[in-house]
């Protein structure tokens, strides 16, 4: 059977079937850079050679990196390579699983990929490593986790790390199954020939459906995150892995124009499960129940999806509510800072305050400006009656004066000018009138400004409490790490891990690992590096620490000499360690290097990270 796998979606679904342990028959995986390579793969006779198997075909980046995440290390496939994946009941870790680089006609040492797949069938699985029959299992509690591992210490006073290969198939983030302070179960893998101990979760990545299905029958109302947006309705995921259809028809019990208008990615609603069937779950807004169910997708760990702050209205908004920090487990900044994980909210909150204060002050301004203005139309009506009413006296006194033949005229004339005056007042009190009306409407909206501000600091007080809180107990906890790892064994501990994560146990057999020497201005440099990031220094230092740095063009490993100038000899301690260095980055004047000593025994100490022209060490 030929499968073509261009997306996280289809990479997904292949790791869930190289760990299912019912399978059969072996499976090919070729992994090619794009698709004008993959159209030279001669697909249908590498199916000929697999009747029962299946044969994959991985296009780009965009499919190898998340089967990467997905795999245990050094069981995956890119570039331009193929794998052979043998059935197991125990896993993919008890036999080899054989890889060959292609060239770039696609062949393998001068010859087909064809041939390669026959011999390696011919040859059969072979053993990797012994595995005890019965391995050990114990309670363990989580003791600090992020995106990409957890730390947890072990029923028998250990601390064990679980990197995201410990969860194999699972394509999610620690954080979305663990929370610190949670027990769980592991299993313990005593370390064997060319194989480190290891600690894996009881947890298997492929029931999350059946798990499902157990916990929440049809008609039962969920959690679910919008992960999708589409004509026809959202994708709503509900356990990873598992994802359901919320219709359009089914989003509201009126019609529903656009769905964007009632939904956006990334919110937490509460769905009912109208259904399920063999592709996907169909899901509906209509008719949920008040108390939504948290399905589990570990045996005894917490629901995917925490209760959020407050009542979760069906087909609303709600947050997810705030777990325990999560730090990094190599946290080697010594500065102390508050991690809080609302910055976005609370920043939200201090533009609102500032914005607040500034719509006050402008509708004070503009109030004040009013007030001007009405008492200027004011003064300015009292003076107006003042002159009216004095020409209408002087005009009677001429008229009184006047002769009787020009005392009509003079009497209508006056007559005129006093109804003109009362058309002037009655405009001027008009103007009086609505001028009051808009100072009450500033006046309201300065009020309400008032209102929102103050609320708006009270949110912000609470969320700085909060803050400070969880700052507090982050440094309990980095504190209580400390206790059981100092910084220089968690060094060497994340150097180690990046060694097993970047070689196959042959290289792992010819490069062997040699605890390194941490020098004394080692963690002095690390924690002033800019730049660079912590898993390009631990892979850098992997490299060097067993030896195979040498063969790392890129990383340009040469003898560290007293000065730049040419014939300059190479540094040499007293006790006969001499002095190397190594690139992190490159194209730069202000490029990083790894200073290092090799002692007489063979063993690296790792003594400094400084600038292309520093030859200090």
Not at 213 to 237: D, F
Not at 283 to 297: H, I, K, M, Y
Not at 385 to 396: H, I, S, T, V
Not at 587 to 608: I, M, P
Request: negative net charge.
């Amino acid at each position: 059977m030929l499968t073509s796998v261009e997306d996280a979606a289809a990479a997904g679904r292949l790791a869930e079937q190289l760990f299912d342990g019912s399978r059969c028959a072996p499976t090919l995986g070729v992994a090619v850079p794009d698709a004008s390579l993959a159209e030279q793969v001669d697909t249908g006779a590498l199916a000929e050679l697999l009747p029962g198997g299946q044969v994959c075909l991985l296009v780009g980046r965009e499919a190898t990196w998340p089967l990467k995440r997905g795999l245990p290390p050094g069981l995956d496939v890119y570039g331009r390579a193929a794998r052979l994946w043998w059935p197991s009941p125990g896993g993919l870790t008890l036999i080899e699983h054989p890889r060959c680089l292609l060239d770039v006609r696609l062949e393998v040492e001068g010859g087909p990929l064809t041939s390669w797949v026959e011999a390696q069938l011919a040859r059969g699985p072979q053993a990797a490593a012994v595995v005890p029959t019965h391995e050990p299992e114990q309670q363990a509690v989580v003791l600090e986790v992020d995106e990409g591992h957890a730390v947890v210490r072990l029923s028998d006073g250990g601390v064990a790390h679980l990197p995201a290969g410990a969860f194999p198939g699972a394509g999610t983030a620690a954080t979305r199954l663990l929370r610190v302070a949670q027990t769980l179960r592991v299993r313990v893998t005593p370390p064997g020939p060319g194989r480190p101990s290891a600690v894996t979760p009881l947890w298997s990545p492929g029931d999350a459906r059946a798990r499902l299905e157990a916990q929440c029958p049809a008609g039962s109302t969920v959690r679910g995150r919008v992960v999708s947006l589409r004509n026809h309705g959202a994708l709503v995921s509900l356990l990873p892995g598992v994802v359901g259809l919320l219709h359009v028809s089914e989003v509201a019990s009126g019609w529903v124009r656009h769905v964007e208008d009632h939904l956006a990615r990334g919110a937490v609603i509460a769905v009912r499960i109208c259904s399920y069937d063999q592709e996907r779950v169909a899901l509906s807004l209509v008719d949920t129940a008040e108390e939504p169910l948290a399905p589990s997708v570990l045996p005894d760990g917490p629901p995917w999806l925490p209760k959020a702050d407050g009542p979760l209205i069906p087909g609303g908004f709600a947050p997810l509510a705030t777990e325990l920090p999560a730090g990094r487990v190599f946290d080697d900044d010594p500065v102390e800072r508050p991690q809080v994980p609302a910055g976005d909210e609370l920043r939200l909150l201090r533009d609102a305050v500032h914005e607040g204060r500034e719509v006050r002050e402008d509708l004070a301004r503009v109030a004040e400006s009013h007030e001007q203005h009405l008492a200027g139309l004011r003064a300015e009506a009292r003076q107006l009656l003042r002159d009216l009413e004095q020409d209408l006296a002087d005009a009677r006194e001429r008229v009184v004066t006047t002769m009787s033949g020009g005392a009509s005229a003079l009497v209508g004339s006056a007559e005129e000018a006093l109804e003109l005056a009362r058309n002037e007042v009655n405009r001027l009190r008009r103007e009086l009138r609505t001028l009051a009306e808009a100072h009450a409407t500033v006046s309201a909206r300065a009020h309400a400004a008032d209102s929102r501000a103050e609320r708006a600091e009270r949110v912000s007080e609470e969320q700085r409490r909060r803050a400070d809180l969880h700052a507090r107990t982050a440094a309990s906890l980095r504190t209580e790490l400390s206790r059981y790892a100092p910084e220089s064994q968690r060094l060497v501990d994340a150097i180690r891990a990046s060694w097993v994560r970047t070689t196959t146990p042959a290289d792992r057999e010819r490069y062997g690992w040699r605890d390194p020497v941490i020098g004394s201005a080692f963690l002095e440099s690390l924690h002033s590096v800019e730049g660079v990031s912590m898993e390009r220094v631990y892979d850098v230092c992997a490299e060097v620490v067993c030896g195979r740095a040498q063969q790392r063009h890129g990383l340009a490993v040469h003898p560290l000499r007293a000065t730049d100038a040419s014939g300059s000899p190479q540094k040499i301690r007293d006790d006969g360690a001499l002095a190397f260095r190594a690139s992190l980055q490159s194209r730069t004047s202000a490029a990083r290097r790894l200073h290092y000593w090799v002692l007489t025994d063979g063993r690296v100490e790792l003594a400094k990270i400084g600038y292309h022209d520093d030859f200090t060490i």
